[in-house]
């Protein structure tokens, strides 16, 4: 099993267009945004060449907006691709988890994630 590998399925191996869902941080239902593992900012330094392969680099979740933000916030991109790169280390972060849970109390103003009817 490698460093990416995610028991929970949830980690995706190629970037697709936005989703709408349940943001896998927070648990809100909304809008989705694709956050790489491994920033792209670090995938041409050479040790993330050495180490990891393309598929790899390419992994990532799909989280909310607001959670996506807060990670960016609070972490930089060195730290996020050394020390969180797995959904498990991210969940289990407590800075990242005081801001989920802040998150998860905000109120989805607008349905602005769920199809217009015709």
Same mark, same amino acid.
């Given at each position: 099993m490698d460093? #990416?590998?995610?028991?929970?399925n949830e980690v995706e191996h190629q970037r697709r267009g936005a989703q709408v869902g349940s943001c896998p941080l927070c648990q809100r239902q909304t809008n989705l945004t694709f956050h790489h593992l491994?920033?792209?900012k670090m995938h041409r330094r050479s040790f993330f060449k050495k180490h990891y392969k393309r598929q790899q680099l390419a992994a990532g979740i799909y989280i909310c907006r607001?959670?996506?933000?807060g990670i960016h916030t609070l972490f930089t991109e060195m730290t996020l691709a050394k020390?969180? /790169?797995t959904v498990k280390q991210l969940r289990q972060n407590k800075? #990242? /988890?005081k801001h989920c849970r802040w998150v998860a109390?905000?109120?989805i103003s607008q349905p602005d994630?769920?199809?217009v009817p015709f």
């Open positions: 460093k #990416l590998t995610d028991p929970d491994i920033p792209k607001q959670c996506h933000t020390e969180l /790169n800075a #990242l /988890n109390r905000q109120h994630h769920l199809p």
